[in-house]
């Protein structure tokens, strides 16, 4: 029975740390590359006639090979980061990867408004050229996102400006909760490991470490309060001079959604909300109390909490794939096997879980903090789909690579799912498949209703903002407000510095870093849906439909592979109903087994 390493190999990326030689040199190398880069983008004359393709084609290639270096280096330092807190020359690397960003990000500008001199005719013609017609939809899709930015001088200023006064801001986040510890039984806690405590299966344990959770995040809110204001105020003050009124114009145009399908689905979900309401109620029963608070919707239910060590995990991960997709579990063992996965429980480590690619290495590295709970098992599987994900597009071109946070949570959710239902269904004890459908409705609980709230609370902070800086006081107020109607007011107690603790709030990369986790989550509902009812000849549709994640508009991309309108009401009604038989068969099976009690 194999037994796995539960920490990541990073020296075969590059061997050193963040003190590499080689690392040092590759750097150097995407310099080089950039100073040659910028030339040729000046240099470069916007075709007149369809003919004259080649210098444009030549120009993408460098820049695709640019592009895949960065990329590279800027996952790299991420997983250095992640894995040591207090890594000082990790940090410094940071800031050079941010230097790097703002010069890359430059010459794409340059590049983009040279693309929108193009006349219209010309451009419609050089895009059926056979080498530029692949990547045609990420190629119009800058050309028509330049149309609506500031001039090349104006859009770099915003850029080098960036480096210290926006992602510094996400930066000093970073730095504040590296340092921040909670002490708890004696030992001093890193925030990733108390993080997994809030989960624990007492009460009075849960209620300890969140009160001292509040008390932690409380004693840094004017800190926290600090950054999220400038770093929103940045990004505000970037789309008033782009003449954007609308916070939802930039995610919603990286996601590559429309605001109807947006609405349409928070709709939807708003419907069915009663339902979650009831299951809420029937939880309470097992915990022994009246009313949740917000530190018992994840907790697990009865008196002893279900746990596997990280190789009976990894097992239990793959066994379930395999059933699904023996491509899938064969990529899973090979990451499992060439150690690309960090989840050693451990002080010094940041909180949270993620999934990074290499492009250059073809390799992905998934971080986490693994400390046994079922919930654990499920965040393990989710980071996994991610790299299946981008495992399926290494051999595209790198520009078509590019696909957006709600696509990428719909293949992250569905191997999730896979591994959830399948567990639920192979339980034999009445007790155990009630624990397991617990784990599994509670999820829908996190997308429906802990993901609705955060969505609420920044689009109502973002509008408050335009006047001026709001106070940590009032984002106390604003988060509970939002949790209080996200949940429909059925819980007893909120979390009001969920704002500070909450690490997506302070990214600078993506903006409102929340709905696509619900649209991931419910779209993956339909593709399981479809692989359900195909079985084994899924597999192929299913790597067709990531393959074009990256190219194309959601609205499209359900039409094509699933042959649905995001835009109505039916998908995710259909949706929903799936998740709804999930807490039907929860309160049945809740009930029976409480009145044999």
């Known amino acids: 029975m194999n037994t796995y390493d539960p920490t990541w190999d990073l020296e075969v990326i590059f061997s050193g740390g963040s003190q590499s030689e080689e690392l040092r040199n590759y750097i150097g190398v995407i310099e080089d590359k950039l100073v040659d880069l910028q030339s040729l983008v000046e240099r470069f004359m916007p075709p007149k006639i369809p003919e004259q393709s080649s210098d444009l084609t030549s120009l993408v290639n460098r820049m695709e090979d640019v592009s895949m270096r960065i990329r590279q280096f800027s996952a790299f330092v991420s997983c250095l980061t992640a894995q040591d807190t207090n890594d000082k020359h990790a940090s410094r690397l940071t800031a050079v990867r941010s230097e790097i960003g703002a010069k890359f990000k430059n010459i794409q500008t340059q590049f983009d408004q040279k693309l929108v001199q193009i006349e219209e005719s010309t451009w419609k013609s050089l895009l059926l050229d056979l080498t530029l017609s692949e990547i045609a939809f990420v190629l119009e899709e800058r050309r028509e996102k330049a149309k609506d930015k500031l001039d090349i001088e ?22 504040i909760v590296g340092k921040m510890k909670i002490e708890h039984k004696g030992e001093e806690l890193s925030i990733g490991q108390a993080s997994n405590k809030l989960n624990a299966a007492s009460r009075a344990e849960r209620k300890e470490m969140f009160d001292k959770w509040q008390e932690a995040w409380e004693a840094q809110s004017d800190l926290f309060s600090e950054t999220l204001n400038h770093l929103a105020g940045f990004r505000l003050q970037t789309y008033k001079h782009r003449g954007w009124d609308n916070p939802l114009k930039e995610p919603l145009e990286y996601n590559r959604m429309s605001e109807k399908t947006l609405n349409t689905m928070w709709g939807v979900i708003t419907k069915y909300k009663p339902y979650y309401k009831k299951f809420l109620k029937e939880k309470a029963h097992w915990l022994g109390v009246e009313k949740l608070s917000i530190y018992d ?10 746990t596997m060590d990280y190789s009976e995990g990894a097992r239990f991960i793959i066994d379930q794939f395999k059933e699904f997709s023996p491509l899938m579990a ?3 063992e090979q990451a499992f096997e060439k150690r690309w996965i960090e989840a050693e429980d451990r002080p010094g480590k940041r909180p949270g879980g993620f999934c990074t690619s290499f492009p250059h290495s073809k390799e992905t590295r998934i971080f986490m903090t693994y400390s046994g709970t079922l919930s654990n098992v499920a965040t393990l599987a989710h980071e996994l789909g991610h790299a299946y994900h981008q495992h399926v597009m290494n051999d595209l071109p790198i520009l078509n690579q590019g696909y957006a946070m709600n696509v990428a949570e719909t293949a992250s959710t569905f191997a999730e799912m896979i591994v959830a239902d399948a567990a639920v269904k192979k339980a034999q004890d009445p007790q155990e498949k009630l624990t397991l459908l617990e784990d599994k409705v509670q999820r829908s ?8 709230a955060r969505y609420l609370f920044e689009l109502r902070f973002y509008n408050e903002r335009k006047s001026g800086t709001v106070s940590k006081e009032r984002l ?7 949790q209080e109607e996200a949940y429909q007011d059925i819980l007893e107690e909120y979390d009001p510095t969920f704002w500070s603790s909450k690490l997506h709030f302070h990214i600078t990369g993506v903006p409102f870093y929340n709905f696509p986790y619900t649209f991931g989550y419910l779209f993956s509902l339909g593709i399981y849906a479809e692989a359900l009812k195909e079985g084994e000849g899924f597999e192929e549709k299913y790597i067709a439909l990531l393959q074009d994640t990256g190219s194309m508009k959601v609205e499209d991309l359900a039409m094509k592979h699933l042959k649905v309108n995001l835009e109505e009401e039916k998908f995710w009604d259909q949706a929903l109903q799936q998740c709804l038989a999930d807490v039907d068969e929860f309160i049945e099976l809740s009930k029976h087994l409480r009145a044999g009690e």
Not at 160 to 168: I, P, Q
Not at 297 to 306: R, T
């Open 154 to 175: 104006q859009e770099s200023i915003i850029n080098n400006l960036a480096v210290d006064g926006y992602h510094g801001w996400g930066q000093m986040y970073d730095t």
């Open 297 to 306: 919707v994840h907790a697990p239910i009865g008196q002893s909490e279900q």
């Open 330 to 332: 064969q990529f899973t």
């Open 445 to 452: 609980v996190a997308f429906f209703m802990n993901i609705h």
């Open 476 to 482: 106390n107020e604003l988060m509970v407000e939002a």
